[in-house]
């Protein structure tokens, strides 16, 4: 917990989330102590970019580092430092191993209790996190309202999606923070089409769920017997999580107390507790814990475009 004192009763801040993506896969490649040592290293340069510019850091948690910052173009300007200075450094891990972070944003109310800081803005920073990619920073349109014009010219809308418990869509922006992205980049850009998800198939043992828009729409995973996937676990909810067919994207909704964990093929992990993330190609769900594939626990999941 960092030292920097919590910002004030329904103040309106940028909120950041940063986290490292594939750390499993780190300690894989190098080791405990090594992967340890360069997770630590990502989190220092998150804190120093936070402090750089303004921010307080209000908590760590693992390999995420959550911050606020008085103004959307300071949280954007750390965030574009946090990215060069972690992703594809080669000197944080060598032998030809990678590291890099993904980070969210939003600009909105939060109220601040024992050191910490709640409200929906929260979420919405959070849910941005979860949809990005690695190397990519992701906002919403409100936070792009609140930046500079130089800052507005280096973001573009990627997609609009719907948020859980509120009717109204939220517009996703990409910010561009590397120089050759920018230059690239078009004048104007429509929002990308959304992709066309045919059919999820998830499999665990012997059991096998198949959702699409002419089948399955909603599919419910946890240890109870009334579930559409029963998995059977002691860290594991009766009601775990729920897995729905929206707008053509098939999205996880975690309702448990321990957490749910994917690990995509390509490397790319995401981790929710009472959160929702997209999935996407192939890889595995596990729940309250991690499991590799092949594990007793492991559910396999596979989206087919």
């Not at 989190?43 to 995420?64: C, R, S």
């Not at 909105?108 to 190397?135: C, E, L, N, W």
């Not at 973001?155 to 996703?172: F, H, L, N, P």
Request: aromatic share 4%.
């Amino acid at each position: 917990m960092s030292d920097a004192a919590p910002v004030g009763d329904e103040d309106q801040v940028a909120i950041v989330f940063a986290d490292v993506v594939g750390s499993t896969h780190l300690y894989e490649a190098l080791g405990d102590d090594r992967a340890r040592e360069t997770v630590q290293r990502c989190l220092d340069i998150m804190k120093e970019a936070t402090e750089q510019f303004g921010g307080a850091v209000i908590k760590t948690m693992g390999d995420e580092v959550m911050s606020t910052f008085p103004s959307a173009d300071d949280a954007m300007n750390a965030a574009s430092q946090m990215q060069q200075g972690i992703t594809n450094n080669p000197n944080l891990t060598g032998d030809g191993t990678s590291v890099s972070i993904r980070i969210g944003c939003h600009y909105g109310p939060v109220v601040s209790q024992d050191r910490d800081i709640f409200g929906v803005a929260v979420s919405d920073a959070s849910r941005m996190t979860s949809r990005a990619k690695a190397g990519q920073i992701l906002t919403t349109g409100v936070t792009v309202e609140q930046l500079s014009g130089e800052w507005k010219g280096l973001v573009r809308q990627i997609d609009v999606t719907t948020v859980r418990g509120r009717s109204d869509e939220v517009a996703v922006f990409e910010v561009l923070w590397q120089p050759e992205e920018a230059t690239s980049m078009l004048p104007a850009v429509d929002v990308i089409p959304r992709r066309q998800a045919v059919s999820l198939s998830l499999s665990y043992n012997e059991q096998k769920v198949t959702m699409s828009e002419a089948e399955l729409k909603n599919a419910t995973i946890g240890r109870a017997d009334d579930n559409d996937l029963v998995v059977k676990g002691n860290l594991i909810s009766r009601l775990h999580a729920r897995v729905e067919l929206v707008r053509n994207r098939f999205m996880l909704v975690d309702e448990s107390t321990n957490g749910t964990f994917v690990q995509r093929d390509d490397g790319e992990e995401s981790y929710v507790r009472r959160d929702s993330v997209e999935l996407s190609g192939s890889g595995v769900i596990s729940l309250g814990r991690v499991a590799v594939k092949g594990a007793p626990l492991a559910i396999e999941y596979t989206v087919s475009d």
